[in-house]
């Protein structure tokens, strides 16, 4: 795994003339990981150099994240770009409006799941239960660590009678739980449909994807962009992610931000 400001000089020759769909999850990503998720807002300066890359005729611009859409939409605040929330289970941009077909019976399992979780683990100070429509995220960050073994046994119990209809999956990310409609659709699968859209209309070769992302969901679209464009890991280089390159942080994910900026003026 390559650091890839370094690999700069290098890598941007090849961007000469290129479109740059930019593919970027939020937490982590475009805003450091923070003990409770409201918490995560977008700081300014990433939001003027999101409005920028916006302007630049050179980027298109989508931020996909395991947020609800609202949040994410809320959380960021900028007109224009594209959105995917739910790990794209619900997109939303100019002239994109999309929402996956879940099972009639997702909510009721929802419901099901949440009321367990409330019995098993009444009161757990920390634990955060998150309701996202198309999507239920346990958050465990805050939770005691002596407690942690018995979130995630009790979590296993409420979820286990509702894994086998097919209905449902579970996603471990960092510090949550994320029970998701067992459809098969993922970030990688997002991002390939998107980009494929952009190159429809702009011609297969002159579109190049840039996809930046720090968790175990940001893997598969890594793993889709295999060969196709530059796939980023935020973190310290790692030999587990399937990126190609990595940022160490979320400051330096701004510094390469500016370094895309800056193709426009050359
Ligand atoms: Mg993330």
Redesign the pocket.
């Known amino acids: 795994m390559k650091h890839i400001i370094r690999e700069w000089d290098r890598l941007k020759k090849a961007l000469v003339n290129k479109q740059i769909a930019l593919f970027l999850?939020?937490?982590?990503?475009l805003t450091p990981i923070v003990e409770v998720p409201q918490k995560a807002v977008t700081p300014a300066e990433i939001k003027e150099l999101l409005k920028k890359l916006l302007k630049s005729r050179r980027c298109k611009v989508a931020i996909i994240s395991g947020r609800a859409l609202g949040d994410l939409q809320a959380m960021v605040g900028i007109k224009g770009l594209i959105y995917a929330g739910n790990h794209g289970l619900e997109i939303e941009g100019p002239d994109i409006k999309y929402k996956s077909w879940v099972s009639p019976k997702l909510k009721p399992i929802f419901d099901g799941i949440k009321r367990e979780l409330e019995r098993r683990l009444p009161g757990t100070k920390g634990l955060l239960l998150e309701d996202k429509g198309l999507s239920l995220s346990l958050h465990y960050r805050l939770v005691d660590k002596r407690q942690i073994p018995l979130v995630k046994e009790s979590f296993g119990q409420a979820v286990r009678p509702s894994l086998n209809n097919r209905i449902i999956k579970v996603i471990a990310g960092k510090k949550v739980f994320d029970i998701r409609p067992a459809v098969e659709w993922d970030k990688g699968k997002v991002v390939l449909w998107l980009l494929a859209r952009e190159r429809f209309s702009r011609g297969d070769k002159n579109v190049v994807p840039v996809y930046i992302?720090?968790?175990v969901t940001?893997e598969d679209a890594f793993k889709a962009l295999k060969n196709k464009g530059l796939s980023i890991f935020v973190g310290s280089a790692s030999a587990q992610s399937r990126a190609k390159y990595y940022l160490k942080d979320t400051a330096e994910v701004v510094e390469f931000l500016k370094k895309i900026l800056e193709l426009e003026s050359g």
């Open positions: 999850d939020y937490d982590g990503t992302g720090d968790d940001d």
